[in-house]
């Protein structure tokens, strides 16, 4: 009596899903390491940095240049607040650095403009419509490791200004940073680099 073979397609159907569950394991290796590593996804929670980002923003941060260069002025960065804007609860903030460490920043010149080591930041591209560079006046050197950070959303952001009080003066460290804001990603109506 002859035995009949299994079909062919039956046959192979473990080692099919033995290559398919290692695929995904691999794909899902891949996609933690670059979320760790090299971009991580955001959402925009608050109006602090309209007109730049708005509420729901769905926003691409890369996790990698920082380990390549320092954090320059103008950049806009994501940054862990806990300990110095958010208290003890982990918290995420978007914001834009105005201010390294050394710098001397003031506000407000008699022009009303904000400076960085005696010279007038030119805000227009960013700074939300009606508002001032700050209404509140004040004048802070940067320690070493630090940022000075502000929304462009001014009238609606509470950022460094907020802190003046608290350890650093307002500062947050540099170490604190996670990434620099690449662009938007959702809505496609708004998808693309930053302004």
């Known amino acids: 009596m002859r035995h009949r073979r299994a079909p062919r397609a039956s046959r ?9 569950a290692v695929v995904v394991l691999v794909v899902l290796v891949a996609v933690l390491l670059v979320r760790t590593f090299l971009v991580a996804p955001f ?6 940095m309209a007109r730049t980002l708005q509420i729901g923003d769905r ?11 320092d954090v320059h002025r103008g950049d806009v960065v994501v940054f862990d607040g806990t300990d110095t804007f958010g208290g003890k609860d982990p918290t995420d903030y978007v914001k834009r650095v105005i201010g390294i460490g050394g710098d001397r920043v003031i506000c407000c010149d008699r022009q ?8 007038p930041l030119e805000e ?29 959303h001014r009238s609606d952001s509470q950022d460094s200004r907020a802190h003046l009080g608290s350890p650093g003066g307002g500062t947050i460290p540099a170490d ?3 990434g620099r804001v690449l662009a938007v990603v959702w809505p496609l109506a708004r998808f693309g680099g930053l302004p």
């Open 112 to 119: 009303g403009r904000l400076t960085v080591n005696g010279d």
């Open 176 to 178: 604190a940073v996670i």
């Open 124 to 152: 227009r591209k960013y700074l939300y419509p009606g508002d001032a560079p700050s209404e509140l006046r004040f004048e802070v050197v940067v320690p070493e490791g630090r940022l000075w950070v502000m929304g462009d």
């Open 59 to 69: 926003i691409l941060v890369d996790r990698a240049s920082y380990r390549l260069h």
């Open 43 to 48: 959402s925009i929670p608050s109006a602090s």
């Open 12 to 20: 192979d159907w473990p080692s099919r899903l033995r290559g398919l």
